[in-house]
């Protein structure tokens, strides 16, 4: 409704240029008081019965002529909008410089190259939604499909006979059941992101303490780093700094971050940390890992987007985690960013508002 209402004329428009029935009384109204006008100055002049019935005659016939010329101008105006109207429902302009009316109706004619305007924007709109819905629906069908074969082409072959060969069985019931908790990811990331942009994603914003918060964060992730030798580092927060945040939506876009850093660092750390400044705090994931291209920095956080497809669905990747974040971080009216050199490794930061203390 809010398109159609951005597509409709101003109607105060239309009506200066319209000649309406409403209009008709005000020409006769007219009409009378120049005929009582007329009479009043023949009155003054004393002219005969005769030469006053001549010259209403002239009169009526003369105001009659002048109201049809008028009538048909009006008339042939509005058809010409009407025309135009048709010709933008029908497409049949390319650019709305090609829409042109009279001089008297240039306030109208700014209108419609408006209206032509935000119609084709809409339209562009539309067409980019319905790409990106194609492409959505097409990567989902992909990621889904994925997991499900894997899962698939295991039972069969444990149904086949490999059930009883004890060198595999096992292998293969602990990589369906990977696949089985990588599906149950992708569901869940896909269950988070229509949920948000669907704007169904309620906040609960309120001050909490950021050092506890990423302690607590960060002890979940210490036997990941362990595993792979990596230090993982909390630097030094004032412990009593509090910043304005959906501490469980944003425990989400920090393990998101954190898994991510481990996940892509062999050697070397994964340092988290907290910047303050006077009114906002830029809180911060770095890792010394393999980097991420320069050509692909503006699209990480796209929906599906990998730098390395294989390595991240080998890794457990959904393709939906840093979607996730760019959306969480945006409903705290921040912005993720990043930087990345190759070999060296990557940055994640956003700012939070903080509790600014009376001393």
Known sequence: ??????????????????????????????????VLFFLFITFIIKLNITQIIFLIFAFVIIFLIVNIFFIRKRNNEIQLIINIMRGIR???????????????LNELEVEIHKMYRKIENDIDRLKKLEKVRTEFLGNVSHELRTPIFAIQGYIETLLNGAIDDK???????????QHVNNLNNLLNDLIDISMIESKQMKMSLRYF????FIENII??????????NLELNLLEINPELEVFGDKERLKQVMINLITNAIKYTEKGKVEVGAEEFDKNVRVFVKDTGIGIPEKDLNRIFERFYRVDKN?????????????????????????????????IGSEFYFFLKKLKRRI
Request: hydrophobic letters at 35%; aromatic letters at 8%.
């Open 90 to 104: 029908k497409n049949q302009f390319n650019t709305s410089a090609e829409i042109k009316l009279p001089g008297n």
């Open 311 to 343: 390595r991240s669905r080998e890794m457990g990747g959904t393709g939906l985690g840093l979607a996730i974040v760019k959306h969480i971080v945006e409903a705290h009216n921040s912005k993720i960013e990043v930087k990345s050199q190759l070999g």
């Open 167 to 177: 060198k595999v069985n096992r292998t293969f019931l602990e990589k369906a059941n």
């Open 1 to 34: 409704m809010k398109q159609l209402k951005g597509w409709v004329i101003d109607l105060k428009i239309l009506k200066r240029i319209n000649l309406t029935s409403t209009e008709i009384p005000t020409y006769f109204f007219l009409f009378i008081l120049s």
């Open 209 to 212: 303490k950021l050092t506890p």
């Open 219 to 228: 002890s979940e992730f210490k036997e990941s780093a362990e595993k792979k």
